[in-house]
């Protein structure tokens, strides 16, 4: 264990920012903050840092508590969300800058720089300007200025978030090669869920200062907690149900085999079922029959949404379906996730009044809020 | 390449017409003035007599200089910190800077005599502790509080607009890299508002170097500046041509300081003198 967060609260201006916050980080790890604007990750990432204070709680670095350390003074780096190079600076002195400050010779620094932009892949590159370079390549020197410093870990505030999805896809790669060639702890911040997934070994779902779930990406998304955690990971269709005992549980009025258990005897629950997992099926075949009321083809499947008693569910498949047809669906048992009630029941997981371009649409907006809010800290 | 057309034309007309009037025609009146006699022929006398006011000359550039090293260290700190208060306290704080500059020069200046005068203010209040009168008035010092006092705004402003748009992420980049608070300012604060200290230097240099009355009036005639030479040709002597050539002298070594300094400011791109 390599850092230690306890009982982690901070507030600003009487506004809870995290409350009570449990976090321990495993040594040579790549842990993901995940949570949407304003839940609280970038504000967990700059305590790390020792850019802000808790009100209470412990920072424990390597066993020792580490509260009121100055940033220059810990072992941690930053990779910043818009990379915060210095524009005086060409890149050989972009990345020189820790090293000139540990007073290390000039010849060990020239070797470590050389190093870093092969690591990044910009060899050559060492007397250019910083502001002559694409938003990739300032990116790259980002990465080796903080890693040219060799720290025990890692941190990075949503640092592919101003790259466009080529580019970010290369760039996840590219981080999670560098990080397991290096071996050191890489504490991640961002809200997009995909990314969290495909580059984490432990992912740690936030929101509105508190940790919902922590996890591998594939225990995220198959087993997630609560309704929240089901919505913001992936798709999910989320349904109001009963535990009946062990393993049945009832949603839509039917009775359902599972494979959940420990739950009390007729306790309301949420039921998460993701949109891959369901089976259209003939109308009397199926477990539960519904009208289809629209469909858009993505490349790889069909996303359908279908009407069952009012409540609109989202399928995606490879076999195809026209509006205004009648289907039955199949759920295996295996595929049902039953949960807890929570304070986000009800909140999720109808598709009724869903729509696409919204989610794209609030999705910027939503970030430079943030941007806002936590810069302000 | 792209003909002006006649709306280009008409447009720029009153700039020219402006720029004729108002800056060319009288530079070459002081370089006529400079380059001739009363009679009007031709004559280098007035520049061969510049040699008497060298130590005008080495006065006003090194008052001049004391007086912008003084304002550098004051603006410097005020507009670090101004840059890093909050709304409400920046807009202050740049009242108080910016209310001096509303009441007329002559007032101000003359307010300070009234202040280190033998009988003003600080020596009444000194005697009355039983420290005193100290010569205050009429003294170097004088003079250099009077420029300090007058042109401090000149470059706390171009310092502290350069510091609001420093990214505080640079600074918080500095610390995550091992620079203590000093090694910050040293190493990012300071290189990055640079051009705001050059252009603050040059806007503070500048008028200090030309000033006149001001040492009339706190250093009591005793501590005469190249503007003081230049106004006594023109008001009393009324040897315009001499007054024209220290003009010229004036102009050519404030021309050859901007040079240098925008050449300084140029490395570090993005000045903003003039």
Known sequence: MIIDLKNISVSFDGQPILKNLNLYIRDGEFITLLGPSGCGKTTTLRIIAGFLEPDSGEVVFEGKVINGMPAYKRQVNTIFQRYALFPHLNVYENIAFGLKQQKLPKEVIRKTVEEMLALVNLKGFEKRSVASLSGGQQQRVAIARALAVKPRVLLLDEPLGALDLKLRKDMQVELKAIQKRLGITFIYVTHDQEEALSMSDTIVVMDNGEIQQIGTPTDIYNEPKNAFVADFIGESNILDGIMHEDFSVEFHGMRFQCVDKGFGSEEPVDVVIRPEDVDIVPPDAGMLRGTVTSVTFKGVHYEIIVDIRGFKWMIQTTAYAAVGDEIGLSIKPEEIQVMKKSAYSGLYGDYSSFSEEFDELSDPQAQTEENAAEESL | ???????????????????????????????????????????????????????TFGRSIGYAAVATAVCLLIAYPLAYIMARSNASKQRTLMLLIMLP???????????????????????????????????????????????????????????????????????????????SSRSVLR????????????SGITMVFVPSVSTFYISQKLG??????????????????????????????????????????????????????L
Do not use: H
């Open chain 2, 220 to 273: 009591g005639g005793k501590f005469l500046l190249v503007g003081d030479s230049i106004e006594m040709q023109f008001q009393t002597s009324y040897n315009y041509n001499l007054g024209a050539s220290l003009s010229l002298a004036l102009m050519v070594m404030i021309l050859v300081c901007m040079v240098v300094m925008n050449r300084f400011a140029d490395e570090d791109e993005g000045a903003i003198i």
């Open chain 2, 187 to 198: 190493r990012v604060i300071f290189p990055l508002s640079l051009p705001g200290v050059v």
């Open chain 2, 101 to 179: 500059m509303w009441m007329n020069f002559l007032i101000r200046t003359y307010s300070w005599i009234s202040i280190l005068a033998n009988t003003g203010i600080i020596n009444s209040l000194l005697r009355a502790l039983g420290l005193g009168p100290v010569q205050l008035i009429n003294t170097p010092g004088a003079v250099i509080l009077g420029m300090v006092y007058n042109y401090l705004p000149y470059m706390i402003l171009p310092i502290y607009s350069i510091m609001c748009k420093l990214d505080y992420s640079l600074v918080e980049a500095a610390q995550d890299l091992g620079c």
């Open chain 2, 1 to 55: 390449m792209k003909k002006t057309s006649l709306r280009a034309k008409i447009l720029n007309a009153p700039y020219i017409v402006w720029a004729i009037l108002f800056i060319l025609a009288p530079m070459f009146m002081v370089v006529f003035y400079a380059l001739t006699d009363r009679s009007g022929s031709f004559t280098l006398q007035n520049i061969t007599a510049l040699a008497v006011y060298k130590e």
